[in-house]
Each structure stands twice: as C-alpha cells, then as structure tokens.
C-alpha cells in the first residue's frame, strides 16, 4: 500500500556526532546556540512533499510516521548520510586552469568543475588537487526533526506548490480559487514546460488540488537573457524535485536564476539536491575539458535527499 502523499513543513537540525558540531539548520534559535546564526540568512521551515524523495531515506521515513508537532533524532551512519570517503574522488587540475581565470587557489576553496562541486586540498609544482568527497563524508550524523504543519487547506497547499515550483519564473502569475491553482506562464515557459508541467499536475491531484496551466503573453526579447535559459529543472523545481521526467528534452528549459557563485546570494532553495559524491562522479565521467570552473560556495541544504542519476 502506497501511503497518502502529505504536504508538510520541517524544522531540523544536523549535528556531526564525532566533534559534535552542529552543521546545519533551519531553526535560527539553533543556529545562534552553536554559534553559526547568519544575519543575512532566511530561517524557516522547509516544505517538503513526503513520499517524493525529497530528504534522506531515513530520515523521510521517520518524518512520514510523524505528526504535527512531532520531534525526532534521526542519527544516520556514514552509508546513510554522506557516504564514505573514497580516493576516487581525489582530482588533479592543472594550476594554470586557475590563473587563465585570474584565480588564486588556495586549501579550502571551494570550486565548481562542470557540475561537481569541489575543495582544494593543495597546491603545488603547478598542479592543484581538489577533494570531491562531501565534507562530512564517512561521518556519522544526526538530525533533529520537528514537524511544524501539515498543510491540508487547499488554498495553502495551493500557494505552496506556487511558492516551491513557479515562484522564481519570470513572467508567471497565479489564481487561487478553492480547491484549483491557475497558473499562467509566459509563451516560451509554456511551450517549453510541457512535461514539467505534466508531473506537477499530477503531483497536485494527488494533494486533492486541480493544477491548470494557461499561455500567457511573451516577455520582450530584452528581458530574456540568451545565458540564462538552462536547467529549467532546478529553476521550476528547486532543489525537491524526483518525478520521472529526467529524460526531458534540453529544449525543454525556462529561464534560471544566475547559478550558485556566492552562498549568500543565491539560496539553497535554488540550488539542485546532488549530494557532492554525485556530482563529482559525473564530472570525473565527463569527456568535457575541466578547464572551465567558477569559485563557488557549496550552501546545499544536507537534510535533503541526493539527488539520483
């Protein structure tokens, strides 16, 4: 028996258990008792859709035995969480790959090559070795989970699947009406959605909320930015999303937001939910040269689920 899909908001927080050291959090009154508030970061309860994947497998499946109000400590092994660490993911980029980018790399920055996200280790003799393990590789950790609400009005659920799936598309507009959610995209988000917009209707019938989609008129062509139109799978989903649609055309795309260069800038709300391990596994495959990276700032919320290939 499947269980009922319940659309739910989640305060937690995570500690790695060896130092003790709280590592993240949603909860600012945690934050600011391990000492790691930060003023510019939004602290609030994450809304997540139970059975879509979306968290660890173990922690979900103690969240989707919870009730509202309820509080948990979910303690995860190394396999469990961020996996173990591996000399598989040890990389050696070229020193001057970092100077042709006016970079000057250092132990502890952090960077992007393709789409894995890495640290350097060292640097030296002309070549820089980054670390594609996750920081808290072969760690164990623990969560304390709080489930905060339940949404089963349908308005609110309604303004929810807005907030999390089209909020951040340029052009969009909304019309909640009891139990239906109109939603009306610019012509080229429309065209190019199709199949996102599919698995989303499904995803809201299954909440007891009618998902209808309209075309509305183009943006104007100074307003559509050529470097700004791919993964519309992160833009539209956020970091959440597992329907079945991965094998959705590259034209399917919409515009996204300018990508993750600084932490504070651009939330982990807006980032794809790849655990590192992932990411640099699919960069180490890749046939692409790895002469183009960014430095970056992996801000990547750890509670949610690595995302699958």
């Known amino acids: 028996m499947v269980d009922k899909k319940r659309m739910v908001s989640v305060t937690f927080t995570g500690k790695e ?5 709280v590592f993240d959090t949603n909860s600012a009154s945690d934050a600011k008792e391990a000492g790691i508030l930060e003023e510019k970061k ?6 997540i859709i139970t059975g879509e ?16 109000g309820e509080e948990r400590l979910v303690k995860l092994i190394a396999k469990d969480a961020f996996g173990e660490r591996t000399t598989d993911l040890l990389r050696v980029v070229p020193l001057k790959n970092f100077y042709d980018q006016k970079i000057n790399p250092y132990p502890g920055l952090v960077i992007r090559i393709g789409n894995a996200f890495g640290r350097v280790q ?20 623990e969560y304390k ?3 905060e609400k339940e949404f089963k009005d349908k308005k609110e659920i309604s303004e929810q699947l807005f907030s999390k799936y089209y909020e951040r598309i340029p052009g969009t507009e909304k019309q909640v009406a009891e139990d239906t959610l109109t939603i009306t995209l610019e012509g080229e988000a429309f065209k190019n959605l199709t199949k996102v917009n599919e698995a989303i209707k499904k995803l809201a019938s299954e909440l007891g909320v009618k998902l209808e989609i309209k075309e509305g008129k183009s943006l104007p062509k100074t307003e559509t930015v ?36 600084d932490g504070d800038a651009v939330s982990s709300e807006k980032q794809k939910t790849k655990s590192i391990n ?20 992996d801000s990547s919320t750890t509670i949610q689920r690595p995302k699958k290939k």
């Open 278 to 297: 992932t990411v640099a596994d699919e960069a180490r495959k890749e046939k692409k040269s790895t002469s183009g990276f960014e430095v970056t700032k």
């Open 122 to 141: 060292s640097v030296g003799s002309g070549r820089v070795r980054v670390d594609f393990n996750h920081p808290l590789s072969g760690r164990e950790v």
């Open 226 to 261: 050529t470097g700004e139109k791919a993964q519309a799978h992160e833009h539209i989903h956020g970091p959440n999303c597992h329907h079945d649609h991965e094998d959705q055309e590259e034209t399917e795309q919409a515009p996204k937001t300018k990508g993750i260069i």
């Open 145 to 147: 989970v709080r489930l």
């Open 42 to 47: 939004e602290y609030k309860p994450l809304t």
């Open 53 to 68: 994947n979306e968290l660890m497998p173990l922690v979900e499946k103690e969240l989707m035995e919870m009730q509202e």
């Open 17 to 21: 258990l060896l130092e003790g050291k």
